[in-house]
């Protein structure tokens, strides 16, 4: 077993999680939350659903995991080290749900990943931190130290199943109960491609010709691809907020309306201002930055927004000129914007491009005055790099999230 992988004691857990960033953690959160009180609506009615074994353990009702003013978690879990599993109590999460970090180098992401691993056991949760990029030999202990657990492990959750190291672990698990929980929009191309039988590519990439590692990886994600679609006893369910038209032949669909976000936050204090979503399409090189800066400072002028709230992977070097330009002030959340919107305060408009939020705060802001507007990009924005699905895929998002959630649409003028 590798030195960085901690046991996680005599048994094994019922469900495996495993997540690479603080969205896909929440995510998983609200599923145990939903899959919870599902069970015991059916324990109630006297019916079963789901594959036999233990139950997830859902922690304490109203336990210590809540957020305060200061964002601070109740409960005084702090992040483990690599490979720990720390944070149950007896009789809480005991063997049914392990969340196991695969830990990227991205310092934001690893420092929202750490408070959201400490919210995870404060709610009882036991919770693995991999140090999985954490050199050239770090994967190969990662795979082996999570290999026993993954051959024992009945139900599978995962955030990503576009990440190599996700589809790596999908080829050495027997389980036969999969999750995909959201990470972001892109769960609405892993669904389309899923659903028409094809390859497992980003949205941003598509277009593209296949690198050298795509091509060494082919085998591994073709694999992948078909342990996530249902058959020969497999059971495939897709947990989203997001709106899903292609749903594949026998995989089940549930909704992810941020029950458990609700609960444990808020409800905030709205501001009279506007509040400014930032995203990262100019980093994966969709958007050409002088455009994207242009577009903010317009925004920012016609709406009165003040705070500009800054993607995780936003690079420096364009908040600070964002900053010095816009006159915004730049916050870098330390928790998903759905929580750190839920605790508040937050403006009583929010504006946001095309990207994950303008499905989820919707819902997580469900009973408060808060309207959330998406600003539809231009093409002329886009990059020569950019795919050729870029503007169809972005005007999906908008055009979706309008429709379901009843949004005001900004044009881009």
Known sequence: MSPHAGSTGPQSPATLAFVESPVQLLNVLEWAHAH?????????????????GPELGAGRPGGTGRFGRSGRPGGSGRPGGPGRTEGARPGEAGT???????????????????????????????VRWEEARGGTTAPFHTVGGL???????RRIVMGDPFSRYVQLLLTITR?????????????????????????????????????????????????????????????????????????PEGVDVSA????????????????KGADLVGTSLVET???????????????????????YFAHRRESPEKLHRLAVETGLEIVRPDLPLELIARRGPIGRTILSFPSTVVH??????????????????????????????????????????????????????
Do not use: C
């Not at 392990?98 to 009882?124: H, I, N, Y």
């Open 96 to 126: 049914g749900l392990t969340l196991v970090v695969l830990s990227p180098t991205d310092p934001m992401t690893r420092g929202q990943l750490r408070r959201m691993a400490e919210l995870a056991r404060d709610e009882g949760y036991d």
């Open 360 to 413: 989820t705060l919707p819902l997580a802001l469900a009973g408060t005055d808060v309207k959330v507007a998406v600003f539809d990009i231009d093409p002329a924005w886009l990059t020569e790099n950019a795919s050729p699905r870029a503007q169809g895929f972005l005007s999906g998002v908008t055009d979706t999230a309008r429709d379901a959630h009843r949004l005001s649409a900004i044009t881009a003028t």
């Open 175 to 247: 389980a036969r109960d999969l999750v995909v929980v959201d990470d972001g929009t892109a769960t609405m191309e892993f669904v389309s491609q899923l659903a028409r039988g094809e390859r497992l590519v980003r949205w941003h990439r598509r277009g593209g010709r296949p690198g050298a590692r795509d091509l060494v990886f082919a085998p591994v994600s073709a694999r992948a691809r078909r342990r996530l679609t249902p058959g020969a006893g497999r059971r495939v369910e897709i947990f989203s907020s997001m709106p899903i038209d292609e749903t």
């Open 256 to 271: 992810n309306d941020f029950a458990w976000t609700r609960a444990r936050f808020g409800p905030p204090r709205i501001t």
């Open 147 to 153: 290999a026993p657990l993954l051959r024992r492990a």
């Open 285 to 307: 090189g969709v958007v050409d930055p002088d455009r994207y800066l242009e577009a903010v400072k317009g925004l920012a002028g016609t709406y009165g927004a003040t705070r």
């Open 36 to 52: 919870a009180l599902k069970a015991a609506a059916l324990r109630s009615t006297g019916e079963t659903s789901g594959p036999p």
